[in-house]
């Protein structure tokens, strides 16, 4: 039956456009929000005062850190970001003669493609369009995947609530934000090592400090592009693992490790069932040939047993016949003469 | 457990004292979690946040995979010489899956929201939302696939009819929904490159996972069996002779399987040359997981297949049995943040180790409730020979 | 379980025990520690091209060997010239055809020896292999090169009755052999090179056939001399002992007290250069005639050329990076503690009112052969200006308007008057800071220096920094400017402030306010 002419053009018209929408989905690239915030942590002006951890606390109503400005020996140990607190400063290098010492701070990097938002099951993450990443307490289940897959260890879980547990992180002062100020860890700073503003300025910024003090810092600025980019910015003066930076992360977003794997899932739901559907009916064909078989074989045998069976009914009709016979003859043979004496 | 199980008048036996002290102990413990949190009962960290429970998690999904290992022996690959041994495994199955679905609702923060990643909002980026999805819809094909053995015992002919006539589209249902799960709780380490050991990282972590469920399930077949014949030799239908048969059977098919696991692992490591690994501590740790737990049972099965040694068959299953389990620990708790010093890492606060044993117990008697009452060890007298 | 009697008793026993000490061996991953071979001990490994070894280096230890064979002395191994003269070259020369001939011909030399030491019951090294090619961490040299400077060369001069030509030579292409010619003397590096090129020994070996075999020699004659030990002279710690003078008197080569620095084509005021001045503060004669006793000129060209590894005149005077450059030189001064405060943190390539410093002569065209004594008059530092409440104060109130902490009081006077002590002892200071005006720009940057053109009173930093920083411009608020200022200068000239080895807390500089007037 050959298509009508109609039917072809019908085919070609549904052909241009599911090609027309796979063009528009294929392969763009999105470099994130235009316009959207960001900071610079030039770890190389942070003196480790800590009045970033203090400020961040306040505006997020936690207990001010326990350690007051200028304790050294909270430093003796690296800490990360907990319940309790959401931005730390560790140090890096002690103070070494006239060198003085290094500080980094730490905390959520805001990526641009967050690992967080990918593995919540519930979509408790949002990517804001104006940079930082939100979280709903209202839909979280608490199986802290997203504690487990970020590579920053930037999140902290409520372990010591039973009813209300949260994931907590900084939030890049959303609120503040929103209302045009800068968050409270940029404003605390003394000598501006946090320095807030259009992510795009800020890389260009850190561009040109690197190239007025090439001495002064590693011509890297973390979180460009790292697993896609975040957007915390970070300037170092030390490679970045003695820094307890993360070195060498690939341009490729993180989730795009799990999502390629997960994109096989409908492929497996489509094809599988049909698969083993097959073999099911393949299995069952064979168990029904193999009957025919096993069925044609009893047949043929009882046929066969029958044949033998009348063969062998015939032989003893034959045999029997012939007993009886050689029975009569020898009967015969020894009969009396007694009808020799009628004859004289 | 040497105790005849037909005290069933007798409710003070010494196995159920020892059981019951651990479920009241262990039950006790649960309700203290639920009443002070998370910290209460864990050594749980900022920085590691998935423990003991979480390894355990996924211990109990890979040995439950016997329910799916020999639905698909028996009805789509057509092995019918196994079928007396369905129902227990696929009631093993179940109960693994109830003890992973309780271990989890253990370790959530907010165990009551369960249902939210369902009903409230979904995320579909996340292999967490892959796995509660095929796990919420196996659970509910492998009761399915049971009810035939409650309705056998209640009587409900009509309803054990029908379920009995969808067996092999819950089998085709059960394994794809198996295989998906099963893979994807090896993809939940796919986000972690930079914490896990890069000799247990890969890629394939997915591929590893699904063909060593795969493997555990069939041992745990094996394990069950055994054990069952040894409890309840008398009720269970299937001869001690015909038993040791099918094990060698098993014996067999999980030799193929290891070997192929086995060979999958060969691979992973020559794809990512990550051979110069193995000469140092963790490579030493990897190789004992391995070679000791995937390439000796391997070696045995076989050898016990060929020289038709049940014994050796069972003892070899649970080796691999612990093979699974130290396989997911390790992924999941002992090599997980491996850079980390002794006093960063976590080690399980006591308490995790009570609860994983309330569960296991509880699985146990649970197990032994239904199969000392319902046809699951043999053919109900009414159905005999009819499936 | 009676399972057990299937399993052949060897393979249990075997694998439980290869477990066991599998197991035991895990998580023993240790940090290795960092070896690091002596001064005197010389690796031998293959070179490169053979690829990797079978076995580790060698970390050959010269000294003791040295110390074992005494009486025999160097010409147990190292060869003797055709002139009766000992080289640091060994009797035979290295084998480097392949490896295995590589191999072969130190294990000859070595194992050989030790070998027949042994058979003669002397104490004698290993003949093991694992002995001499110890495995272990990656090693770290501690040997380090010895370079001459003033004191030393002065030493040597000396000691040597001022006869340069026992150590200074040069070769004569025509009369194929070395000659001495006096006012010629240049560094050994300039015609020994890195490898031995025909009879032109490599640096390595020259300095050890004169250097070294002097010293023998010295010691031989029971004479007064430097060290003959490996670590006398490539050891740190042992160089550190070396005496050094501290009054040197000038080297006398015949070469300018003063001249000028200027090439045909300049358009700009050509630069004065004291010679004699600079000899005293450089180390020697190398800091700046890095290659040969010749002018930059020479090797670096205008527009750059091979013989100048491609390093323009222009960057051969003013690349700030470099201490071969006179702008990288005097960088490296303005580096020092007592000048770090300000320089620091400016940023490297140098203002630019600091050129006609330099450039203080008079155009090329027509200038007299020699520089005027006047232009290298030494430049006094300015006095200070009266204290003036408005256009230089005693104290400055910093205060930004915070909430947390009081306005701090800024001891301005005192530390205008300290720093500009300290930059006083510097005649190099001196010259460039000229007025005050330069020197106050070390912290009112970006503000109008030129001497003479500026107006009394630099803009005060609140003037460009605002309550808000500017992300864009780079430009920090006030906050930030004060505390980058303060807190930079003070850490950069090792004093007291956060950060450093005894900080104090922000309240080490202004007060924690109220806590209602904080409200």
Redesign the interface.
Known sequence: MSPSRRDFIKGVAAGGLAAGVARAGANKRFDGYPGRYGLLHDSTLCVGCRSCEFACNEVNDLPPPTAPIGDQKIFDKPRGPTDKRYTVVNRYREAQGNKPAVYRKHQCMHCNEPCCASVCFVNAFTKTPEGPVLYDPNVCVGCRYCVFACPYYALAYEYDDPATPRVVRCTMCYPLIKKGRNPACADACPTGAVLFGKRKELIKVARERIRKHPERYVDYVFGEHDYAGTSWLTLVGLPLEQVGLPAELPYEPLPNLTTHFLSLAPIVAAIFPGLLAGFYAFSKRREAVSEQKHRTQLDGERARALAELEQKLLEAARLAERDKQRAVARAQRLAPPAEKKEDS | MNAPAENRGELFTPFNIITGLILIFGGAIVVLRFAHGLSYATNLTQTTTWGLWTGFKLVFVALAASGYALTTAVYIFGMHEYHPLVRPAVLSGFMGYTLFILILIFDLGRAWRIYYPFLVRPGVTSALFEIALCVALYYTTQFVELTPVGFEWLGWKRWRKAVIGVTVGLTVFGLFLSMLHQSTLGALFLAVPGKLHPLWYSPYIPLHFFISSAVGGISMVILVGLISKRVWGHKMEITRKKLDQLTIGLGKGSAIALAIYFAVKIVDISIANKWHYLGTGWGLWYLVEVLGFVLLPCVLFAHGHREKLPRLIRFTALLTVLGVILNRLNVSVVAYNWKFTIEQRYFPYWMEYVVVVFLITLGVVIFRWVAQRMPVLYDHPDYKGSH | ???????PKQLTSC?LA??LA??S?????QQPAVRTTEADQITIDGPAVFGPAQRPQVDFPHAKHVKQLKEQGCKECHLIDEKGKQTPKLKHPVDFSAPQAYGNYFHGLCIGCHQERLDKNEKAGPVDCGACHRRGPPTTSLRSEIHFDNSLHYRHLKELDKKCEKCHHTYDEKLKKLVYKKETESACSDCHKDVDQGKNLSWKNAAHTDCAGCHVQRQDNKQKGGPVACVGCHDERERAKIKKLDKVPRLERKQPNQAWIHTKTATLNIVPFDHAAHETKARFCTACHHDGMKRCGECHTLQGERKGAGVTLEQAQHAS?SSLACVGCHRQESLK?EC?GCHEQM??PPGRHGCVVCHAGPLAKGAPKQPSPELFAEVKPQALPETNKDSFPDKIKLDTGGKKYKPTEFPHLKIVKKLYALAGKSKLAARFHGGTEVFCAGCHHHSPSTPGASPKRPPSCASCHGA??K??Q?L??L???Y??QC?GCH????LE?????K??????CHKEEDKEVAK
């Open positions: 379980m009676s399972f057990t009697k299937c399993i694998s290869c477990l599998l197991v061996a895990c998580g023993s991953e990076g503690p770090s940023p490297v808000k920083s992300p864009g780079d920090p608020d906050k930030s400017a505390h980058r807190i850490q950069a000239m090792g402030t956060m950060g450093v080895k900080p104090f807390g922000c309240t080490g």
